[in-house]
Nanobody, 128 residues
Framework: QVQLVESGGGSVQTGGSLRLSCALSEVTTSVYCLGWFRQSPGKEREGVASIHTGRGSTYYADPVKGRFTISQDSEKNTLYLQMDSLIPEDTAMYYC??????WGNGCRYIAASSFGAWGQGTQVTVSS
């Protein structure tokens, strides 16, 4: 099964930017959607952004719309999350994930239950 490895996390001040990367171990046509999720202590994991690997359609959670951008580089088997205008509420462990479900709404609604492979996470800390 495809493996995912995140990188790019770190500590920034409010208003700063970070770019997260997620390297996939192989090219696979069975991955229909890639997504970013985050989880902070005491909270449930929440979807941040997703991208349909075939159509290129992107979806964002309301709290990050206009600030985060998800993209993919198919040649490099890499997923990115550009995060701008960061605020302390963005502090969390960020995970990338792959969805192997061809039909469904998991990508559109960035539903964690639809994603079958996960990375180990990278920490993002935003200070005020």
């Amino acid at each position: 099964q495809v493996q995912l490895v995140e990188s790019g996390g770190g500590s920034v001040q409010t208003g700063g930017s970070l770019r997260l990367s997620c390297a996939l171990s192989e090219v696979t046509t069975s991955v229909y959607c890639l997504g970013w999720f985050r989880q902070s202590p005491g909270k449930e994991r929440e979807g941040v952004a997703s991208i349909h690997t075939g159509r290129g359609s992107t979806y964002y959670a309301d709290p990050v719309k206009g600030r985060f951008t998800i993209s993919q580089d198919s040649e490099k088997n890499t997923l990115y999350l550009q995060m701008d205008s960061l605020i302390p509420e963005d502090t969390a462990m960020y995970y990338c994930a792959a969805d192997f479900t061809r039909w469904g709404n998991g990508c559109r609604y960035i539903a964690a239950s639809s994603f079958g492979a996960w990375g180990q996470g990278t920490q993002v800390t935003v200070s005020s």
